[in-house]
């Protein structure tokens, strides 16, 4: 008789103990369906185990992951201190019938002769893919310097040589686009991400586990693929924080694992960015990553020239801006960006002072005036909005704007050749490509929004770049807010001139702020020895290693209670330092107070060793989350 341990998706740092039926085929990393409290879950064989009087039968297997990627579930699930049993769920597709047919098309024949440092770069890495050998490449240019056709042309190599390809972007909105050239191109590509329909996803899933999948075109999710014959990966916008998953287990970067997962697998990794994390440049400063240079912008692009304007006192969106946008957008298109989404973001009474407020989270509402709702951004309370004050009668005031009232005062000029992008005018992944494609044909020539147009979109004709307010980033309590800053100011001014030269106009409270001052010059290199001096000086990193646990209940008494506990435990250890525990910048969210621990040290063992024993206290009436490596420290 032979029983193993199966990671099942629960939220407890547990396996449990299965019988192992006769004539059936189990090893660690088979999924297998089990019974457990009365549902029938998938699991994962994570090991052998005792003999157990009382364990069930394991009901049937369903297939064996590649030892690789099983291992990678483990490493994942040990680094992050994350239950093995989501780890696997999160690895997993959502297993239903096969429904999709692979894509299959005729790569179009046109050939584009890359540029010198292009080869150059083709030439660095090639050797790598052939040899099967691994490597970090950090690949640095400016946006339009040819990195995408770099990929495409070591795509192309890889998969003459049978070889498949993962590559991954930040945003599910920036897929159609990278997915299209692949296609047009190389006359492949399938596309993985969480809004893909589950049977596609399946489809996808299974056929890159028996080696249909050439090149998997995918948001973090798809460092799982089970990709059969791997040659490398890219993950393209490597700085970019949504490659972390933070709201949920596992709490992972997608970025860091996949370099893991190309160590495991000693194959190349391409991270390719005009603005790379901090982190990512500093290991390729010290020789742990290669970095490769892209210095010019292909052919006869131009950088655009930046213009930095203050703000204060000025309307964010006055009348000079709007005769400026008219007078561009008859030549070419204009992308605004404004990093707030609904209409107003602050309701007030001038009267007596009332603020309208998120009655589970302490933040202000904002007022979506096309949904007639006042929503709370963080847990999506709504209530209907209202012009009187509850408090005092007086009439409410709306103060500051949002994406929805850009569109708004700017839609009588335009009428449709103005499009906003934002969570809420786009869900589906057919509206993303919607916009994409009115774009790209030319009827949209306005686009409004958040951190979404920032990103990606690759268009010739941008002739102006807007960002209406630079400053609500650089006032985050975080000590990335600046490289935040830097970044989102680098990638959106570098929408603009990708057939002529093109212009940004970045509005600011703060001009003088070195981040502002980099991003206008375009002097990534500049900001990082500045940005590094300060990391240095304040002891984070890449010179400290950090970990954060994240407590909050709906009794403030109880989650500072169990916040002293866990900080007493934490001080034992003398090699890490332990900071608060104290509130967090968002201190309420959904009803539950939030308080947060940061802890320090230059080895993240340190922080993993001192961390396991909370695992185990997890599950009582504070909830307790555990990050690795944060990004997020609101
Ligand atoms: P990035 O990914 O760095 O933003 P892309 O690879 O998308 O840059 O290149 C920008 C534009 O220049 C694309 O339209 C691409 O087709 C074109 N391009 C890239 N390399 C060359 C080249 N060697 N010759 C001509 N056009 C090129
Ligand atoms: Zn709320």
Known sequence: ????????????????????????????????????????????????????????????KILDLPEQLFKLGEWLSSYYLSPPGE????????????????????????????????????????????????????????TGSGKTEIYLHLMKHAISMGKSVLYLLPEIGMVPQSLERV???????????????????????????EGRVRVAVGARMGVFLPMKNLGFIVIDEEHDSSYRQTEKEPRYSARDTAVMRAMMENIPIILGSATPSIESFYNGKIGKYEIIRLKNRVADMKLPSVNVVGLKGKKILSDELKERIEKVSKKGKVIIYLNRRGYSPFIFCENCHYIAKCPYCDIPLTYHRKEGVFLCHHCGYRVKSFNKCPKCGGSLTLSSIGTERVEEELRET????????????????QEHEKVYLGLRDGEIRVLVGTQMVTKGFDFPDVKLVVVLKADNILNFPDFRASERTFQTLSQVAGRAGRGEKGEALIQTNLPEHYAIKFASRHDYEGFFDKEIEFRKRAGYPPFYR???????????????????????????????QVLGPSICPIKRVRGRYRYHILLKSKKIGSIQRALLPILKTKGDKVRTSIEIDPLDMM
């Open 546 to 576: 950090l970990g954060r646990i994240v407590l909050s209940s709906s009794e403030i008494r109880m989650v500072q209670k169990k916040a002293e506990q866990i900080e007493k435990e934490l001080r034992k250890y003398r090699d890490i």
């Open 183 to 209: 296609r047009e191109r190389l006359g492949v590509g399938d596309e993985y991400h969480s809004k893909v329909t589950p049977g596609g996803r399946y489809s996808v899933w299974m056929n890159s586990l």
């Open 414 to 429: 335009y009428g449709s050749a103005i499009t906003r992008m934002d969570r809420d005018a786009l869900k589906k992944r």
């Open 87 to 142: 780890v696997f769920s999160a690895i997993l597709p959502p297993l239903l019938k096969r429904v999709e047919e692979p894509f299959h098309s005729k790569s179009t024949k046109f050939k584009i002769s890359l540029n010198k440092e292009q080869k150059n770069a083709v030439e660095l890495i090639s050797p790598y893919i052939e040899n099967k050998s691994h490597r970090v490449f950090l690949l640095f240019g400016v």
């Open 1 to 60: 008789m032979r029983f193993v341990k199966v990671a099942v998706p629960i939220k407890y740092y547990d396996t449990f103990t299965y019988r192992v039926p006769e004539n059936m085929e189990i090893k660690k990393g088979s999924v297998v369906r089990v019974s457990f409290r009365n549902l029938h879950p998938i699991g994962v064989v994570v090991g052998e185990a005792e003999e157990f009087r009382n364990a069930k039968t394991i009901a049937e």
